[in-house]
């Protein structure tokens, strides 16, 4: 099955920096979305993008198929922010289920 | 907007002790799918549910486990005998279109 890989797995910010995680994964995608698992464990969709570009609010992310990556970017960071992103993917396995496969996450600390 | 609910949100119980953790997804989604996820690790699927069957699972579901659509609206897992490595969290998903939308996860916990 399709592999997802995230880097950095760990990144410490002060808040007001920037940042971008990144998402590689192993085959053609039908499905890319990026998540923050907050504090609580929720597992809030951040975005839906199996290619280009979206931003919502300080968030956007981009993905190019093509190369097989997805970029997340985070602007102004704010504490609130804290938490592990996951990158999820889909690959078409002919079932037709769309299951997502998950990478490790990018735990993310923003400290005031 | 509309969301997947789970309930409970917690559960403890005692090892062989069957579980049922409820799910109710978007309303007009037709796919339906469970993710657990152990703690500190990433989450993993265990199965999807497609038109009243189960479209596909992973080596992860094995026989103690099963889903059932009960009525229009509930969607359940159900562990059979529980196991110390069955605590995790467990999150239901639904599906329209591209996007898979979760619910908030119910924490089992077996001792």
């Known amino acids: 099955g399709i592999q997802v890989e995230q880097s950095p797995p760990d990144l410490i910010l002060q808040e007001g920096a920037n940042s971008t995680l990144r998402c590689n994964f192993s085959d053609s995608v039908n499905n890319l979305q990026w998540f923050h698992q907050n504090p609580w464990g929720q597992l809030i969709n951040l975005f839906y993008?199996?290619?280009g570009t979206k931003q919502n609010g300080r968030l956007s992310a981009t993905t190019v198929a093509t190369e097989r990556y997805s970029l997340l970017y985070i602007s102004s960071s704010q504490t609130t922010d804290s938490g592990v992103y996951f990158c999820?993917?889909?690959?078409?396995?002919?079932?037709?289920?769309?299951?997502?496969?998950f990478g490790k996450g990018t735990k993310l600390s923003v400290i005031p | 907007e509309p969301e997947v609910t789970q309930t409970p949100s917690h559960q403890v119980t005692q090892m062989g002790q069957e579980v049922i953790l409820r799910c109710v997804p978007i309303s007009n989604h037709l796919y339906f799918y469970w993710y657990r996820q152990i703690l500190g690790q990433k989450v993993e699927f265990l199965v999807s549910f497609y038109n009243n069957e189960i479209s596909e699972k992973s080596e992860i579901f094995d026989d103690q486990f099963s889903v059932e659509r009960p009525d229009g609206s509930n969607f359940t897992l159900k562990i059979r005998s529980t196991k110390l490595e069955d605590s995790a969290m467990y999150f239901c998903?639904?599906?329209?279109?591209?996007?898979?939308?979760f619910g908030p996860g119910t924490r089992l916990t077996v001792l």
């Open positions: 993008i199996p290619s």
């Open positions: 999820a993917a889909n690959a078409y396995s002919g079932a037709g289920s769309y299951q997502l496969t």
């Open positions: 998903a639904s599906r329209e279109g591209g996007t898979q939308y």
